[in-house]
């Protein structure tokens, strides 16, 4: 006689290099409080915004592996740079292999879809780490959706390990924004929409938006990705009933865990607890 598998349900995981993914984790949960989620930060291995694509997608698939073995069935790369390099090959190569009943999102393709709503003149800048940048993947996700729209990007080198080093607030974040934002503005005088195209990007918000030009706004990708995270569960119930509803967030690390939770505490907006892991 033929048993059924038993789909067992768990958190829904969320992945990022550093620390930066805990921004959208944070607007997930506030949209999503119901479900369970688990947290995994590759701090010991950050940054991946200047590694290669191969690296990239070697650590980022190491990551989803461990979120499934933890029993997650829908895992978010809160990471642009892991979006960038590693998204499309994970869904289109490994999944159909590993775990054809798994999903795995990105960050990139949401905010992109939005973009219309956003814009008045049509020319969008994204600025994002030197990875994320080089791999044109906005430009191309914009080129394939809203080919009327004009993309610029900017890499900011500078804006994660200002925001790693508790320096988002100091006086000499402001030279770097306003580098960046100047160089970005010097190309496209027409940008009226800016993406941050990394999750770090929110705790220096309220610095690039000093800088920019009145009338362009800087666009966070944390409400976005829960909004379209809160959509695809609603169209996807056989992904959806598979996700845990226990409202607990789990939180691991590659990195010591005391370290990551003095630094992550900040980014939630409450104390959190880790766990170190090894990938």
């Known amino acids: 006689m033929e048993t059924k598998e038993i789909k067992v349900s768990g958190p829904i995981g969320v992945f990022d290099s550093g620390y930066g993914g805990l921004t959208v984790l944070r607007e997930i949960a506030r949209r999503l409080p119901g479900y369970d989620y688990l947290y ?23 990551a989803v592996k461990y979120l499934f073995d933890c029993g997650c069935h829908l895992v978010v790369l809160a990471c642009n740079t892991a979006s960038a390099k590693a998204l499309r090959t994970i869904q289109q190569v490994d999944l159909p ?3 054809p009943d798994r999903r795995v999102l990105g960050v990139i393709r949401p905010t992109v879809e939005v973009l219309p709503a956003l814009t008045r003149t049509g020319h969008i800048g994204v600025f994002g780490t030197p990875g994320t940048i080089a791999s044109r993947s906005y430009d191309m996700e914009i080129a394939k959706l809203h080919p009327t729209l004009s993309c610029r990007g900017q890499a900011c080198p500078m804006w994660v390990p200002l925001v790693e080093n508790g320096e988002a607030d100091g006086e000499g974040a402001d030279y770097f ?42 666009v966070s990708q944390g409400e976005i990705v ?3 995270l809160a959509d695809y569960l609603a169209r996807h119930p056989e992904i959806e009933c598979r996700c845990s509803a226990g409202g607990e967030i789990k939180y691991v690390t590659t990195e010591d865990a005391a370290k990551f939770d003095g630094l992550a505490s900040m980014f939630m907006g409450k104390e959190i607890k880790s766990t170190q892991i090894v990938l």
């Not at 995994?40 to 190491?62: C, H, K, M, Q």
């Not at 100047?182 to 027409?190: A, Q, S, V």
């Open 40 to 62: 995994l930060g590759d701090n010991a291995r950050a940054p991946y915004g200047t590694r290669s694509f191969d690296i990239v997608y070697r650590f980022t698939l190491e």
């Open 177 to 218: 924004v306003k580098k960046y934002v100047d160089r970005l503005m010097c190309d496209d005088e027409m940008i009226d929409t800016v993406i941050l195209g990394c999750t770090h990007y929110p705790l220096l918000a309220s610095k690039i938006q000093k800088y920019l030009p009145a009338g362009v706004r800087a």
């Open 97 to 99: 292999r590993l775990a």
């Open 226 to 228: 829960a909004g379209s």
